[in-house]
């Protein structure tokens, strides 16, 4: 059973999805740039037999508010706004690629409310070529302001980010999707290497590894976090 719920981070209210037994271990779950949680609905089943999992929709996405002010700092801020709203000390993080920026942006800076660290072919924090943003046909199911914000963000990070992810004390396993993803694999691999605790496994089905290869994706998370 799936729990639908809204909860205040500081004056922005987040939608999330509750499932699995009370008193479990609390496992968040972070989506990519334009998704929701709905994306996890093939995974997080799975996860729900042995965790606590919190599926949210960051702000500017699916339910939650779209309060037309967005950055990564403030993604940042109202997962531990929604951590502290729960009552949740430290818990285990899932975030595919914007969500595992915004999740490992918290474990640099919290890194006492992370015990567990999955990053989902998550791209690491250098300077990139920017590439115009095309805003697809249609309504959209989260605010296009955010894609306008955050991708200058991502295209040019702030340095300090590459600088902490040396201070993340969490267990953390990096997912890569191989040669059939966008996302720069052999930053991927850096990602992973700058962690002091940091492992990486290859799951070669592209970005969406989570949608693409769920039992893969399952297998390999479940085993870390055992």
């Keep these: 059973m799936v729990d639908h719920c809204s909860l205040d981070a500081g004056g922005v209210r987040l939608a999330c999805r509750i499932s699995g037994p009370l008193h ?21 089943p799975r996860f729900a037999r042995s965790r606590r999992v919190y599926a949210l929709d960051l702000r500017g996405h699916g339910r939650s508010d779209w ?17 502290d709203a729960l009552g949740l000390d430290a818990v285990e993080l899932i975030g595919h690629s914007l969500g595992g920026v915004v999740a490992y942006l918290l474990a640099q800076d919290h890194p006492g409310r ?6 989902e072919d998550v791209p690491l924090p250098r300077p990139r070529r920017p590439a115009a943003p095309v805003r697809p046909d249609g309504d959209l199911t989260f605010d296009w302001a955010v894609v306008t914000a955050v991708r200058p963000q991502l295209d040019t ?18 997912l890569a999707g191989g040669p059939g993803s966008h996302m720069s694999q ?7 290497r700058r962690v002091r605790r940091g492992r990486t496994i290859t799951i070669p ?13 399952t297998d390999a998370v479940s085993a870390f976090l055992l």
Excluded: K
């Design 67 to 83: 309060p037309g002010e967005y950055s990564l700092e403030l993604m940042r801020a109202d997962v531990l706004g929604v951590l």
């Design 205 to 217: 089905v592209g970005h969406l590894i989570h949608e693409a290869a769920p039992d893969a994706f």
């Design 114 to 119: 992370v015990g567990r660290l999955v990053l």
């Design 24 to 44: 479990a271990p609390p496992l968040v779950l972070l989506h990519a740039l334009g998704e929701d949680a709905s994306t996890w609905d093939a995974v997080a």
């Design 186 to 192: 052999d930053g991927v691999a850096e990602l992973a």
């Design 157 to 174: 990070p702030d340095p300090r980010w590459l600088e902490r992810l040396g201070r993340i004390t969490a267990d953390t396993l990096v």
